[in-house]
């Protein structure tokens, strides 16, 4: 029998093959958001093995667990996202997708796994846990718009018992592995999505006098909105404005009556994000007016800023340097602008968002890449600081 004074770091390589198996098992079978029923079914499966008591929910996949039910401590909940990705592997890993088209390319696998890890481990220790401990698994974090987390919490994930913190973890691909990134304050970014629609005349290319071109005009849009990013926000505040998709037109002498883009908005700051809304309406109706079209915009808010508290963020950080060793531990100079549904759980509930390192010798391919890779280096760090931050936010002040 494990003692329960096993350093954190011990205890996750000690449970390293079961990890190492529940994430390739989630690997081979990787489901998109809203669909991740057989995802499910493998969390449960582990639970049960690992005699962690769970709930489940009719018409949503998360699964909520919960250790050490009815200890006097403090509750922490830890956060694990169980979503794929529409993108077809190209790693070539012995447990790559058997899913044509759908890959783990978000390394949702990793933070499932060790999730899994963290609650063996806490669960080896139930008798002499400091406080109850909830583990979260999440579904549709890529969804980008509701998301999963927001269903979870109308479904009440955060109460009952009531978590006093929060804890969830995102594989990173510009942290080495082996190293836990912090970053307190803004983290991620809140990220709105824009569709724009610029009404033209269409008619034959060799004719444009006859009508506003709608081509032209989308290609002024495209410039035109990275003014915003230079001329109306202050310089200081991150800002983003990408378009990704521009879609009219059917050949080469032909003017489309309609010509649609796409794109995305990252800011930190609320006001910041609200300026930005009413500065780009305002700069694409100019400019499609300026040529006698008319532009529709609609502007959806997606997940929020990421906030990482400052002090409870030191404090874990304290903690992970005290488990795992200074080595293992680095603040972070910069946010992402990336945004993350865990953002939701942290506007009701203080709590910490870690970046787990997974860069090997310098270089891992991006996110949501084919041939995106975390090494399992990361399913260990990341099993001991899910650990070793359930330990020092237990460690009580009242
Ligand atoms: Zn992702
Ligand atoms: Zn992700």
Redesign the pocket.
Known sequence: MPSRREPPLGAARRLLPRMRAWREAFHREPELSYHEKATREKVTAALDELGIPYRTYSGFYGVLALLGEGRPGPVVALRADMDA?PVTEATGLPYRSRVEGKMH????DVHMAALLGAGAILAERRRSLAGPVKLIFQPA??DGREGGALPFLRRGCLRDPKVDHIVGQ?VDPAVPAGVVGLKPGACMAAADTVRIVVHGHGGHASSPHQGPDAVLIAAEIVEGLQALVSRVRNPVDPVVVSVGSIHGGTRHNILPAEVTLEGTVRTFRPATRDLMERALHRRVRAIAESLGARASISYERGYPTLWNPPAETLRIEQGLIAALGQARVRELEFPIL?AEDFARYLERVPGTFMRLGAATRGTLAS??SASFAPPEESLQVGAAALVAATDVLQRSRA
């Open positions: 990705l390319a978000c390394g949702h974090e890529e995102h990336g996110l949501h």
